[in-house]
């Protein structure tokens, strides 16, 4: 059954981080992709004894290096000067890749514009034509990890619904996303559809009317 | 050859022919080998096709190289970045090839080219445009696509440290595409800011063996920070 929390509003983008950080098992191996999937982070306890990935070479990599700490030679993904953790190791590209490719990682934790009800995940290129295409390692981390976990809003600006029978934006991946968490529902995706796990500020009938689809409850 | 040889950084890209691929290291700045891009540059090599994982930032090392014409095709991963106006201007006037490769497909097309592997099924970017055109194929119920490998004629890297040989250690996340780089060129050319005699790295620790390297250059204080906490 849906957990239908109609009671209160929607999440907001803390709220959505410490969800998702709440649901990474203990002694997971992680990465968590550029922008808003990087403030998992900050939610996840110590406890945990979670070992974060970052794709230019590194496990056990720590928070955002502030003053002395901060070193040229040691960065995340997103160029962002880092820190390292007790038992942090350093690998090239090609290992740090076959890592991810060869399904060693247990969680990996993505943006998207765009994710179907099926787990297809576009996240790397709107199509428009003048667009310079940039892929980064995008489509390497879509497929890699055991559990591809979704962060977004669930609707556009605009209203239209980011969760779609099939994307129309280039797809990242195919059958690759597990979970969509975000402001208006938890979604578990599968070969069958889309299964809401959890509502906020809205019931499922609604979420339902809103998106057109033919959303399962679980 | 047993010794690489040490030599400066314009006579170690004097050999640099026209038409050339050429591998180059880093990942931002990160394991960047500025020096060597930038006598790459003053050397003046043209119709290049450079691999790096991005194209060039700001007006510097791999955006100079592009912005003077001698660059004809780039293969990365992320072009698009914040200080990429050297390559979005090429690249929208028309005056650059691009081959937009997932980064991990990048690294892992350079490995096959130094481990003598002819080409290899990825999953990564099945069912998306990168894979148009391309040979598919299901094993064990997953789909995969050809991939073929990327050969260097030259390559460019940055490691920390080297001995007279030129075994190659690296210094944390710098580490990055120098180490997959140096096995898949015909020629490697490594800048490092520190050489020691031949048996002061530890040989458990070095990343990359001698046989990989063929010229050091080294640039002393070029990373003062690379000074501490490297193995070796």
């Keep these: ?218 | 050859m047993t010794t690489a040889h040490l030599t400066d950084a314009d006579a170690a890209v004097a050999d640099i022919p026209d038409g050339a691929t050429v591998l180059i290291g880093g990942f931002g700045t990160a394991g960047q080998p500025m020096e060597l891009i930038d006598a790459l540059h003053r050397h003046g090599a043209k119709d290049l096709t450079v691999v790096n994982n991005n194209a060039g930032n700001g007006d510097h090392g791999l955006a100079a190289l592009l912005n003077t014409g001698n660059v004809r095709k780039i293969l990365c991963s992320f072009p698009r970045q914040r200080d990429s106006w050297v390559f979005d201007g090429l690249y929208r006037s028309g005056k650059i090839e691009l081959e937009v490769v997932p980064q991990g497909n990048l690294a892992e097309r350079m490995r096959a080219a130094g481990a003598g592997i002819g080409a290899f099924f990825s999953p990564t970017g099945v069912g998306t445009p990168l894979a148009e055109g391309k040979e598919e194929r299901t094993i064990d119920g997953r789909d995969y696509v050809l991939e073929y490998p990327i050969r260097g004629d030259f390559a460019l890297v940055k490691a920390h440290r080297a001995d007279r040989m030129g075994n190659l250690v690296y210094r944390k996340t710098a580490r990055n595409f120098g180490p997959v780089m140096a096995t898949a060129a015909t020629t490697t050319l490594a800048q490092v800011s520190d050489v020691v005699e031949t048996g002061e790295l530890d040989p458990e620790s070095i990343v990359t063996p001698s046989i990989y390297v063929d010229r050091v250059v080294h640039l002393p204080g070029v990373s003062e920070l690379a000074r501490e906490g490297a193995a070796g």
């Design chain 1, 1 to 218: 059954m849906t957990a239908e929390h109609t009671e209160r509003g929607c999440l907001d983008k803390d709220e959505i981080a410490a969800l998702v950080a709440a649901d990474i098992p203990n002694g997971a191996f992680v990465n968590l992709g550029i922008g808003q999937p990087t403030t998992v982070a900050d939610h996840l306890s110590p406890d945990q004894g979670v070992v974060l990935h970052t794709e230019n070479g590194m496990l056990g990599m720590g928070r955002a290096a502030v003053g002395d700490e901060i070193d040229p030679d040691l960065i995340n993904a997103g160029k962002v000067p880092v820190i390292e953790t007790p038992g942090a190791s350093y690998f090239h590209h090609a290992d740090s890749f076959a890592m991810m490719r060869g399904g060693h990682l247990d969680v990996c934790v993505l943006g998207a514009f765009q994710v179907s009800c099926t787990g297809d995940l576009a996240n790397w290129h709107t199509g428009a034509p003048d667009a310079i295409p940039a892929v980064g390692g995008a489509m390497d981390l879509a497929i890699g990890a055991k559990q591809v976990f979704v962060m977004m809003s669930l609707f556009t600006r605009e209203g239209t619904s980011k969760l779609v029978d099939e994307c129309t934006y280039p797809l990242t991946g195919r059958h690759c996303v597990s979970r969509v968490y975000s402001d208006h529902a938890v979604i578990d995706l599968t070969p069958e559809g889309a299964g809401v796990r959890a509502t906020y500020g809205v019931s499922l009938d609604e979420l339902r009317m809103r998106t057109g689809l033919d959303l399962m409850s679980n």
